[in-house]
Structures are given as structure tokens and as C-alpha cells.
């Protein structure tokens, strides 16, 4: 009897370690089919890879010491026809890491929703999930990422997601991609800890600095829900055809004994290329900040320059365009000086039907719309209105769209059309548009 057991329990554990082919649980019921922990779906992967489709599903809510790393097998990996996906059916997988809880660490086609991740760890380096060693065609859907240990203090370099080769200085530059042609949508990110000032990092997306002029990168970012951020909320560089679609941005999770920086960002892109997809930030609601009620005055937790949408660097070209549509900026105060949307040494750029809407600040100078060194640009259909300078205080400027040494290489106009600026108020200058320097215009129905 007892040499029989051990034959059977050998048979099963050598069928969880053969290629992996059809439906798995993980923290189910023992059996041939069932994995009892992350640990043992992680090593049958990376030991034997797969033959064919897999569907994996949590039956348990797990808590691990170290993370829970997604490798590709040499052998026999994944591919378009033959993908993971894992359902993480509400459960939860929990651990207090210093890094990341979940790594894709060169891993393609696997698919993970309705899972939630959370890290309690109180390192200024912890994770939600990362992105390395060129992992692609990956899909995050529909989970929630809470970096639960950040309290009070600022955390420099926490991240609730990472494209990263580093997991310790997530913005160490790599020749190398992270991860391309993946999705992230329908997620929840946010820090729970009490009065948290949120991850330094909602998502930082940084390709490979050697390829991303030529290469796209086609990574995109739909649906997400952002609670509370320190620094940026969405941090994008070296890529290639990225795309920021209908997510909601905000610091709905803090208040004004929440720790805050003082520059700063919804959206920063630097270094972009548009060869094969469009750059596109679209539908995007950016909203209540610093925190929901803040005032402009506010000297405690205050932002002292906000930027919605930052760009530096990034260009369009003839087919492939750069476009920044659709989006909102509501209810949005900053001590010193207010950027909604600022393009700096920028080129063939698409900005239409944005709209700013009761936004303030206090002092300093103000460039509602600011483009800078920006050539080929078609500003279209946005709407700016109800911004006060000086609320509280005195403010010296306030510009509506300013738009300085902008030229023309591939179009023949730069066109300002059918846009509406109302309620610019309480500065010693007000400009609604403010035109210096160069370039071919056409400025028609403002």
C-alpha cells in the first residue's frame, strides 16, 4: 500500500512538472491539475514551458516572501498561439517585499486579471509589478495594486508599476526594451497606508534608449484608475507608440496631511518617437489636485508648478503623429505656477478638443497651454476656461496658450483654430493667445 502512494504521489508531481497544456488551478485541491502555491506554477513554467493554451485559476488568497517571477522558457514558450492566462478570481496575493511582488522577467503572452497585489512593505523601493529582460505582449486587466506599507514618509522610489531593468533606481536608462506591446487596463492603483502620499511613480514606462527611434514600443495604458501618486503619475521615456487611454487621475486617497511634491505631474513623456504607431493621450480625466478641496494658497503639502500633460522631446512624423485629444484637467490649484499642457522642443503635433476647467493659482506666472521650440503643431477645438491667477495672492501672468519659436519642417502652417478661451482672471497680464517668434500661422474662429 505504502509503495503504491508513493508511485502515485510521484506521478503527479512529474505530471505538474511536464509541459504545461490546458486548465490549471493554483491553491486548489490536490491533484494532478493543481498547483498548491505560486512557487510550484512558477518553476513547472520555467522548467518545462508549455505545448499549448493554458487557463490557470486562483482558488486561494496566498501570501509569499519573495516574488512571484514569470520566466520564459527557452524550449518551449509561450507564443500568440499558445498563451497563459491566469484569473485571478478576486483572490489575493500579498507578501512585504523590498522590490517587486510579481516580476515578468522576460515572460510573453501571459494574461493576468482579477487579481489583487498587494505589497505591505515599508521600503522606499517597493513594487507592485515589474517589466524586464524584454517582456512582451503581456495583459494586466482588471487588478488592483496597493502598495499598502507607504504611511506618511515619502517613498522616492516606489512604483505600483515598473517597465524597468532596474529594481532599486527604476529610472537607470537600459539600451535595451523592458517590455513591448503590452497592456495594462482596468486596474486599480493605489497606497492604502494611512495619510500615504502614494507611489512616487504611478507607472514609470522606460524602453531601451538605443532602439526607440526606430523600433516601436506599443505599450498601452487604457481604463486605469490612479488613487494617489507622489511625483508622476504616468512617467514615459524611450518609447515608441505608446498610448494613455481614458484612465482617471487623481489623489482621491490623500489629503492635505498627505506628503506631496512640489513639481508635480499627471502626465511626463521625454524622448519619444512616432515610427510605426501614433503617440496618442487620450480621454484622460485629471483631476482634484493636489488633494480634493486643496486651495491654491495652501502652504502645507502644496504643489508649487503642476504640469497635466509634460513633454519634452517627443516627435511625429508624416504618417505617425503625436496626439494629445480629449483629455480633462478639472479642479486643480498649484501655489506658484500652473502648466496644463506644455510642449518643449516638440515636433508634429496633434493637441484638440482638451478641456481646463477651474483650475487656480496664487502666484508667479502661469502658461495655461505652453509650447516651446515646437514645430508642425494644429492646435484645435480645446477649451480653456475658468482659470484665476492670484487667487489668494498676486500672480504677475497668465497666458492662455503661449506659443514661442515654433516653426514649420514638415507642414506648411501651424494652424490655431475653433479654440475658446473664457475667464482668465485676477493677474496684472492677461493674454489669451500670446504669439513670438517664427513659424507659419493660420489662426482662424478663436
Known sequence: MRKLLLIGLGLISQGLLAQLNGNYTIGGTAGSTNFAAWSDFTKALTTSGVSGNVAVTVMSNQTVTAAVQLDQNSTNPTSSSKKITIDGNGKTLSGSLTYELLLFNGADYIEIKNLNLV?????????????TGGADNNLLNGCTVDLAGISSSTKAGAAYIAFASSQSSLSTTSTANNGVSNVIQNCTLQSTGTNSPGAFYGIIDQQGSATYKSTT???????????????????????????????????????????????????????????????????????????????????????????????????GSGTYNVKIESNSFMRIVALNSLNLLEANSCAVLFVSKNTIYNCATDNSYSYVMNFISTNDLDLNNNIIRKVVGGKNGKSNGLYGINLMTCKNS??????????????????????????????NWQMNRN
Open 119 to 131: 505589497n505591505s512593505s515599508t521600503s522606499n523601493t517597493a513594487l507592485g509589478v515589474r517589466f
Open 217 to 315: 514600443t506599443g505599450n498601452t495604458f487604457s481604463g486605469n484608475t490612479i488613487k494617489n501618486f507622489f511625483k508622476y503619475s504616468f512617467y514615459l521615456r524611450y518609447v515608441n507608440g505608446e498610448q494613455v487611454l481614458s484612465n482617471d487621475i487623481s489623489r482621491a486617497l490623500s489629503s492635505s496631511a498627505c506628503a506631496v511634491d512640489t513639481a508635480l505631474h499627471a502626465v511626463y513623456l521625454s524622448d519619444v518617437f512616432s515610427s510605426g504607431r501614433s503617440n496618442l493621450i487620450s480621454s484622460n480625466s485629471i483631476h482634484d489636485l493636489p488633494y480634493k478641496g486643496a486651495s491654491a494658497a495652501s502652504t502645507t503639502n502644496n504643489v508649487n508648478r503642476f504640469w497635466g500633460i509634460r513633454m519634452i522631446n517627443v516627435f
Open 410 to 439: 514638415v507642414w506648411t502652417w501651424n494652424r490655431v483654430e475653433n479654440n475658446v478661451i473664457d475667464s482668465l482672471l485676477g493677474t496684472d497680464q492677461v493674454f489669451g493667445i500670446y504669439l513670438e517668434d517664427r513659424g
